[in-house]
């Protein structure tokens, strides 16, 4: 009796151990030597019966009757009464060894099932029988494992001979090859499975998965492609092949894979989720947030949904709801690690590194008592509050706290180097950054990031023509990065070599690399020209593209308001920046900045006072702060804003500048009270 391909559930049924186990496993069989078989008294004594093939089906369906009703001994009783009255019938002998194998009873098992071999040796029942006999003894007894596994492959080797297009032998065989280790085998035997019955993927699914365990993801993808094709409908194989895809980070192409996942499914939640998660990583935020809502309302109880909601509120730089939501995940659980870092970042991208500051020492602090939850990320804590240290100023701080990383880990990578090197440049620490760039670009002459904030402090310490040939050449060997481009075309405007800059960037622009950043830079470029015109037109064209660009909605705004033109326009730039972004405190003083212009000085220290508190230390913004204390006619304030705009400032033209107005203030101060 041979199963065909409408039976295919039946056949992994019987090979339940394999398939639910994960495994493939396939053996061969071999007979028992005559010496070990074990002596059936009963049987020997007892004397033959003349053949009744009526009365032998008489015991069989009353054995199998007995087996349904769960009484395997009289089960075995009858059929055994079957077999007396037909001893001579491989098929009683096959139904015997499977009762003997359900009450536990494998050697016996064993021996009908060779015995019915023997009777009728082109049959492939017998074989398939033993294949699975042998595969259930191999995961009883591990010591024996290899031994069982030879023998089940054995038969099933016989059982394909005597019945070729026994689909059921590929399967078997496939999965115990693999178990063996004989790769190709394996594959051999479930292609011809999947060419004997194609409307099936079970056996692509066991080759995919084969190569995953070896983690070759592609040939994983190539059969779990083939499954979907052969079985269009299967969720297993469209679950796997998403699951691929997402790990390999290639989440736009996971996307419609889940989505018809959903439309099998009913809508199941845990699909939901991993869809959602999907959408987030792959940067599909406003579709996330339409699937994460529902489904957030739906399972309120499920705090992970709340922070993926959070995310995709983050990845629209709705950042007023996104804080919310990290904020009300937190009142239910303050230790949700994901939702504290999430909130910072959210704080960090809404320009408001006072709060971020605060989220990333408590995680920081955390990390350093030894959770080991926190610890795990200790590292990544830390470069954000060093980060949230320098938007607030905090220089030294920040430097502290790298060199802190760098001495806590004897491997530290180059990217820790890189922020440490651009910290001392940024706090004008040059010898430091020079001595230590040329160090760590020396252990390695290709890292490109190291080699651009080196170049970058060459050119701060006036050697711009070094840090431009050093871009120059590493843009050369990495033509495709589009930070080589912006920071060559920088270094280059610190030198006032403008159309340099210009060329630079228009050769990023012919590559069509991150046109969105190139057009900034230009447009700075320009608008470092005093050439307003062309920098506002590129400005219009990025706006054009994207509405919501509250970097440039910002720019726009503070270089009408910076000129004192069209200030009311400039308002309303700088205002439709702070709608996407409420908490920005850079927008904060432009909006300030306007509105002094605008002489309406009330608003004007309203904004600017919002400004530095949020951004403790940022010298332009203590400078604006003067300036407008200073109209008002309020000169110690105006004073003392001059002089912590001297104290924190890096830039050496511009600090010059302020300690020009600084010093004519004092003059003023000390003649007043002299009077």
Not at 26 to 45: G, Y
Not at 321 to 344: C, H, K, M, N, P
Not at 511 to 519: L, P
Request: aromatic share 8%.
């Amino acid at each position: 009796m041979r199963l065909n391909s409408s039976r295919v559930g039946g056949y992994f049924c019987l090979l339940c151990l394999w398939t639910l186990s994960g495994l493939a496993r396939s053996v061969a069989c071999q007979e028992r030597p005559p010496a070990s078989k074990s002596i059936d008294l009963d049987k020997e004594l007892s004397s033959s019966v003349p053949e009744d093939r009526a009365k032998s089906y008489y015991y069989f369906a009353l054995s199998k009757w007995f087996e349904e009703k769960g009484d395997l001994a009289r089960a075995l009783t009858e059929m055994k009464n079957a077999l007396k009255f037909n001893e001579a019938s491989a098929a009683v002998r096959i139904e015997m060894a499977a009762l003997l194998d359900q009450m536990g009873k494998s050697r016996e098992a064993v021996d009908e099932a060779q015995e019915a071999a023997r009777i009728d040796p082109r049959n492939p029942e017998p074989h398939w029988v033993l294949a699975n006999l042998y595969l259930r003894s191999q995961a009883r007894d591990r010591s024996g494992r290899k031994e069982s596994l030879t023998k089940a492959v054995q038969e099933l080797e016989q059982m394909r001979e005597d019945a070729p297009d026994d689909e059921r032998a590929y399967y078997a065989l496939g999965g115990a090859y693999f178990e063996l280790g004989e790769t190709e085998k394996g594959i051999q035997a479930f292609e011809k499975f999947q060419a004997l019955v194609p409307n099936v993927d079970a056996g692509y699914v066991a080759i995919a998965r084969n190569y995953e365990r070896s983690g070759n993801f592609d040939k994983a993808i190539e059969y779990l492609l083939k499954a979907v094709k052969s079985r269009p409908e299967s969720t297993e194989s469209m679950m796997m092949l998403a699951n691929l895809y997402s790990r390999q980070n290639r989440h736009k192409e996971a996307i419609p894979i889940y989505a018809k996942i959903l439309e099998l499914s009913n809508d199941n939640p845990a699909v939901q989720k991993q869809f959602g998660t999907t959408l987030v990583e792959a940067g599909e935020y406003e579709e996330a947030q339409r699937v994460l809502a529902a489904l957030a309302k739906a399972t309120p109880e499920d705090k992970d949904v709340q922070v993926l909601l959070g995310r995709s509120y983050l990845g629209q730089k709705q950042y007023a709801q996104s804080i919310e939501t990290f904020r009300s995940v937190l009142s239910a659980d303050s230790d949700q690690v994901e939702a504290q870092y999430y909130l910072g970042v959210a704080y960090e991208q809404n320009g408001n590194p006072a709060e971020a500051a605060k989220v990333f020492s408590n995680m920081v602090t955390k990390a350093r008592e030894g959770s080991e939850e926190y610890k795990a990320n200790r590292l990544v804590f830390e470069q954000h509050l060093a980060a949230a240290y320098q938007d607030l100023g905090q220089n030294d701080k920040a430097i502290a706290l790298y060199e802190e990383m760098i001495k806590s880990a004897p491997d530290a990578s180059s990217k820790l180097y890189f922020l440490l090197i651009n910290a001392y440049r940024v706090n004008r620490q040059l010898d430091k950054a020079l001595s230590l760039g040329k160090q760590q670009l020396a252990k390695d002459p290709d890292d490109v990031n190291i080699a651009l904030v080196y170049a970058r402090a060459l050119a701060d310490s006036g050697k711009t023509r070094e840090g431009a040939d050093l871009l120059a050449k590493t843009l050369q060997a990495n033509p495709s990065n589009v930070d080589l481009y912006v920071n060559l075309s920088q270094v280059y405007v610190q030198s006032r070599k403008y159309a340099e800059a210009e060329k630079v960037l228009h050769r990023a622009a012919e590559r069509k690399i991150d046109s969105e950043r190139v057009k900034f830079q230009l447009a700075t470029v320009y608008e470092r020209q005093k050439d307003y015109d062309r920098a506002e037109t590129i400005f219009k064209e990025l706006l054009k593209e994207n509405p919501r660009n509250a970097t440039v909605l910002n720019y726009v705004g503070y270089m009408l308001a910076d000129r004192g033109v069209r200030l009311d326009e400039a308002v309303r730039y700088v205002e439709q920046a702070l709608e996407i972004e409420p908490g920005n405190g850079a927008y904060l003083d432009s909006l300030g900045w306007a509105y002094f212009k605008l002489n309406d000085l009330e608003k004007a220290e309203k904004y600017l006072l919002k400004a530095v508190e949020l951004v403790k230390n940022d010298p332009v913004m203590y400078d604006h702060l003067g300036d407008l204390y200073y109209r008002m006619g309020q000169l110690e304030k105006a004073r003392d804003s001059w002089s912590t705009s001297v104290e924190v400032g890096t830039e050496r033209e511009e600090v010059d500048k302020v300690r020009d107005k600084l010093e004519n203030v004092q003059d003023l101060l000390r003649r007043q009270k002299s009077r």
